[in-house]
T-cell receptor, first 109, second 113 residues
Framework: GQNIDQPTEMTATEGAIVQINCTYQ??????LFWYQQHAGEAPTFLSY??LDGLEEKGRFSSFLSRSKGYSYLLLKELQMKDSASYLCASMDSNYQLIWGAGTKLIIKP | IAGITQAPTSQILAAGRRMTLRCTQDMRHNAMYWYRQDLGLGLRLIHY???????GKGEVPDGYSVSRANTDDFPLTLASAVPSQTSVYFC????????????FGPGTRLTVL
């Protein structure tokens, strides 16, 4: 079956670094997406990885290992506005996104 | 308008009633999607459309129908609502390649009593 696993909740301190892990198992693979979703709002796109390695985009970086079925999202210099849920999604062979339940990130001062 | 709009923002509906959730995008995106989001679960695909005139079933299509008469609009209809359809519904679109990012509308919060 198809499955995306990510931690339910994480807590970090303002100014620190946090890594949110995601493991995936899908029928075929056409890339791994990360989205951010603030409470009561729509998801917004953060990153897309289809090749192994690290993609850096400002304070956010995303890593992919296709052989391990593993990705992580790295957030640096955390700000209070980074408090949100982070959704991992794998694109399967039909180009449909299979979504994890999301990781709620709580930032403390 | 810019991006994707959805209507209504929220709705309380009696079980058995028919309801259409509206979705309109002005980005000329080919592909459009309907998801539901429930607490503790990931977004689940209900129906999708890769281009105007075509639709397909997602992971949880039962009880829902869609149409795609033109590029901009992708309404979702609940023929006879049931309480298990209480959820937040998001419409999304993507353009260009099949692996393009999806842009989401603001969502419709639906409660079926």
């Amino acid at each position: 079956g198809q499955n995306i696993d990510q931690p339910t909740e994480m807590t970090a301190t303002e100014g620190a670094i946090v890594q949110i892990n995601c493991t995936y198992q899908t029928s075929g693979f056409n890339g791994l997406f990360w989205y951010q979703q603030h409470a009561g709002e729509a998801p917004t796109f953060l990153s897309y990885n289809v090749l192994d390695g690290l993609e850096e985009k400002g304070r956010f970086s995303s890593f992919l290992s296709r052989s391990k079925g593993y990705s992580y999202l790295l957030l640096k210099e955390l700000q209070m506005k980074d408090s949100a849920s982070y959704l991992c999604a794998s694109m399967d062979s039909n180009y449909q996104l299979i979504w994890g339940a999301g990781t709620k990130l709580i930032i403390k001062p | 308008i810019a991006g994707i709009t959805q209507a209504p923002t929220s709705q309380i509906l009696a079980a058995g009633r028919r309801m259409t959730l509206r979705c309109t995008q002005d980005m000329r995106h080919n592909a459009m999607y309907w998801y539901r989001q429930d607490l503790g679960l990931g977004l689940r695909l209900i129906h999708y459309s890769n281009t105007a005139g075509t639709t397909g079933k997602g992971e949880v299509p039962d009880g829902y129908s869609v149409s795609r008469a033109n590029t901009d609009d992708f309404p979702l209809t609940l023929a006879s609502a049931v309480p298990s359809q209480t959820s937040v519904y998001f419409c999304a679109s993507s353009g260009g390649g099949l692996a393009d990012e999806q842009f989401f509308g603001p969502g419709t919060r639906l409660t079926v009593l």
